[in-house]
């Protein structure tokens, strides 16, 4: 079974622009998170989409967006890029959200993204 | 959530096992205790996680103090591979694919030849 896919791996954007950067989850996992990691804050939760609906948020401000598409698939968005905005941006899936058996994140390698 | 305190570093050698620390001496009755471990330049993995008792898997054993103000990761045979940052994690329930893991600065355990 093919893991979770990030994509691009990298990506160097200029400070205004904004960015998309996608997910593929897990086949039948229809949970995704997002995470930010950089060397000082480390890994920060982004928001988590679950049926194309956004279940929870982190701290983060509103630059930064998320969607999911019915074939569980996910975005996220960062508008008016600032120079913090550096790090890799994690995408973990799972089967379902909490409030069961114990669903295990799968953590795809991420994309490195480096604002100008 | 609970917070955890980790040490920063750990040396451990090779074919050893390697035990790593956590307090959360906050812990409340309903949270869980996490283990995943992040590889250098890859995503962070799963290893383990607990309540009460303690859990053994194929890669590693939890050992949860009675208290529940600690616990210990133990990798029984450590290899060159098991190098990487461990982050103890606790949290209400059993659900990990919601709410959002909170991550903390967690330990880096360097595997020694």
């Known amino acids: 079974k093919a893991g979770v896919t990030q994509t691009p791996r990298y990506l160097i954007k200029t400070r205004g622009q904004q960015v998309t950067l996608s997910c593929s989850p897990i086949?039948?996992?229809?949970?995704v998170s997002w995470y930010q990691q950089t060397p000082g804050q480390g890994l920060q939760f982004l928001f988590e989409?679950?049926?194309?609906?956004?279940?929870n948020k982190g701290n983060f401000p509103g630059r930064f967006s998320g969607r999911q598409f019915s074939n569980s698939r996910s975005e996220m968005n960062v508008s008016t890029l600032e120079l913090g905005d550096s790090a890799l941006y994690l995408c973990?899936?799972?089967?379902?959200?909490?409030?069961?058996?114990?669903?295990?994140?799968?953590f795809g390698p991420g994309t490195r993204l480096t604002v100008l | 959530d609970a917070k955890t305190t980790q040490p920063p570093s750990m040396d451990c050698a090779e074919g050893r096992a390697a035990n790593l620390p956590c307090n959360h001496s906050t812990i409340s009755g309903n949270e869980y205790v996490y283990w995943y471990r992040q590889i250098h330049s890859q995503g962070p993995q799963y290893i383990i996680h607990?309540?009460?008792n303690n859990e053994t898997n194929e890669m590693a054993s939890l050992i949860i103090t009675e208290d529940r103000k600690s616990s210990t990761l133990i990798l029984p045979h450590a290899t060159l591979r098991d190098t990487a940052v461990y982050y103890c994690i606790v949290r209400v329930g059993a659900g990990g694919g919601a709410d959002g893991l909170t991550f903390g600065k967690g330990t880096h355990l360097i595997i020694q030849p």
């Open positions: 607990g309540l009460k």
């Open positions: 989409y679950f049926s194309e609906t956004q279940r």
């Open positions: 973990a899936s799972s089967l379902a959200p909490s409030g069961g058996a114990y669903n295990e994140q799968f």
């Open positions: 086949s039948g996992h229809r949970s």
